[in-house]
């Protein structure tokens, strides 16, 4: 099970994502405003759009609030202008770690995470310094309930997905970047709905460190992911399932 699935899945076991809804609309209302700016309002035309939708679907986003950031996008009412950086980072036991921010004000977001950082034994990173490590992924998310591994994974080839990851608490299918929409629609097509759909960085080769020291990299995580302005956190921290049970028992 990888690493990435392993904090997917203690971030829901541990409710973090009920406890922050308010967080996580503003997270997704500034997507979809970023998303329909560069793209439109109309998500059959615009496969960002569509991603951010099928996001605020999962977390049950008023569609009031999504109708008033896709017309914050497309000009229809005043909005803030979004721009899109990407940080990166060691976290503490030499782990690379990437940040993706939405932000209206570059200097206070930069300094923000150059703070959180700080306080947790981490520090930024010149630009290219841990992406090489990492490779861009179309990741879909899956309920189990009612699916065989069997059947998810004969149906995810069929749909032309590369992998699927049946080990967590969800089905995790990964495609190339370019195909994300085109395998959401042929699974949904065979009745295989998505829980999620999005692009994601996964690491090439993960670093393994003592288990006290994931719990450190992983309050980092949580801590960075807290910034109103960041939208994504990904890190190649290896979590064996020792580790895993050590976070989720704190």
């Known amino acids: 099970m990888s690493g990435h699935s392993k904090w997917s899945t203690i971030k829901r076991k541990k409710g973090a994502l009920d406890a922050k809804r308010g967080k996580i609309f503003s997270k997704l209302a500034k997507e979809i405003t970023v998303a329909a700016r560069m793209g439109g309002g109309d998500a059959d035309g615009n496969p960002r759009l569509r991603t951010a939708l099928l996001a605020c679907r999962a977390a049950n986003m008023p569609k009031d609030n999504v109708d008033r950031a896709i017309k914050k996008g497309t000009g229809e009412i005043p909005g803030v202008t979004y721009e899109e950086i990407r940080y990166e980072g060691y976290a503490p036991g030499g782990v690379a770690i990437i940040i993706d921010v939405l932000t209206d004000n570059s200097r206070r977001t930069v300094g923000e995470i150059r703070h959180i950082l700080s306080k947790h034994g981490g520090s930024l990173a010149e630009k290219g310094a841990v992406t090489w490590n990492f490779e861009s992924k ?113």
């Open 138 to 250: 179309g990741l879909i998310t899956i309920e189990k309930e009612g699916l065989s591994p069997d059947d998810v994974l004969e149906k995810a080839i069929e749909a032309g997905a590369d992998d699927v990851d049946t080990e967590g608490d969800m089905y995790e299918i990964m495609t190339e970047p370019s195909e994300l929409h085109t395998v959401v629609g042929a699974l949904d097509g065979l009745s295989v709905q998505a829980k999620e759909a999005k692009l994601t960085m996964l690491p090439k080769t993960q670093v393994s460190v003592e288990i006290k020291t994931v719990g450190s990299v992983l309050r980092l995580m949580e801590a960075i992911e807290d910034n109103e302005d960041v939208q994504e956190v990904y890190s190649n921290v290896e979590i064996t399932d020792e580790a895993m049970a050590a976070v989720m028992a704190e």
